[in-house]
């Protein structure tokens, strides 16, 4: 049987298959359904500050479907964990002490101040977790607190906050990238700048999935209304392939690890992304 174990930033994995930072690596008993099926590795969906977000009571998504009834495009609405701090850490620190051999990054996300991200790192670093993910991705619901996609699509924030957890961590450090940006390649080039030990992309795509014509609402509906979202699934898959093929030749960042997200289905579309210059 072939040896698909792999070192990504020495981070040791059983396989190059984790999980990307989303609703099912939301608690424990998802995270742990992931390892028993084989996983290698999962990014905890992102944590910020207490007190902890307030996520809508209702439908969260919305499905674009093709004309033979196959998924091809997934959005949701949702926001960043919206349980407490803690909470969350404890369970990281318990799911990572069962499944020492399997990748255990964090997602992140606090506002625009070192002492908060200082903060969140050092309680992070204290459950085992093998490294963090910075969120500048997230393109609905933080944005209008000054986070998610509005650092991201600002290199000079990105480079910046990279710099910070450099400084206060010991953990790898990767940057999660938009792609709801005119060139990905400049906040790829600042999170190397500031230090990055890798970048991953590409978040979900800013998206409207629909309109209900009969009620004049956005798709999904909650209590009669609705919200853009994030986009991922199948339908995006030639976009972050584009974007990680951008950054893997771009002379500024020609060898920074890559890790591949975005519409992968099948084996055959990771060794896609692996092709393209993926760890």
Not at 223 to 228: A, P, Q, V
Not at 253 to 275: K, L, V
Request: hydrophobic letters at 40%; aromatic letters at 6%.
């Amino acid at each position: 049987m072939a040896d698909l174990s792999t070192n990504f930033l020495g981070i040791k994995s059983p396989n190059p298959f984790w999980l990307a930072s989303a609703p099912p690596t939301d608690k424990e008993i998802n995270v742990r359904r992931a390892f028993e099926a084989g996983w290698g590795g999962v990014v905890w969906k992102t944590l910020g500050e207490d007190p902890p977000v307030v996520n809508v009571n209702g439908p969260r998504y919305a499905t674009l479907w093709s004309q033979d009834r196959r998924v091809i495009g997934f959005n949701n609405i949702e926001l960043i964990s919206d349980r407490p701090l803690q909470t969350n850490l404890d369970e990281i620190r318990r799911v990572k002490r069962d499944f020492p051999d399997r990748a255990m990054v964090v997602s992140l996300m606090v506002p625009v101040n070192e002492q908060s991200w200082k903060d969140i790192l050092a309680k992070v670093a204290d459950t085992g977790a093998d490294g963090v993910e910075l969120n500048f991705g997230c393109p609905h619901g933080m944005s209008e607190r000054g986070m998610g996609s509005a650092v991201g699509q600002v290199p000079e924030y990105i480079q910046q906050v990279t710099e910070w957890c450099k400084k206060h961590t010991r953990m790898p450090v990767i940057v999660k990238l938009t792609p709801n940006i005119t060139d990905v390649r400049f906040p790829a080039r600042a999170a190397h700048a500031g230090g990055a030990d890798a970048v991953s992309l590409i978040n979900t795509i800013n998206s409207v999935m629909g309109v209900d014509l009969d009620r004049m609402t956005m798709s999904p509906v909650t209590d009669g209304l609705g919200s853009h979202g994030g986009y991922c699934g199948q339908a995006v898959k030639p976009i972050a392939l584009n974007m990680v093929a951008e950054i893997a030749r771009d002379p500024a960042t020609a060898g920074m690890p890559i890790s591949g997200i975005g519409g992968i289905t099948t084996w055959r579309d990771a060794a896609e992304f692996i092709a393209m210059g993926c760890g």
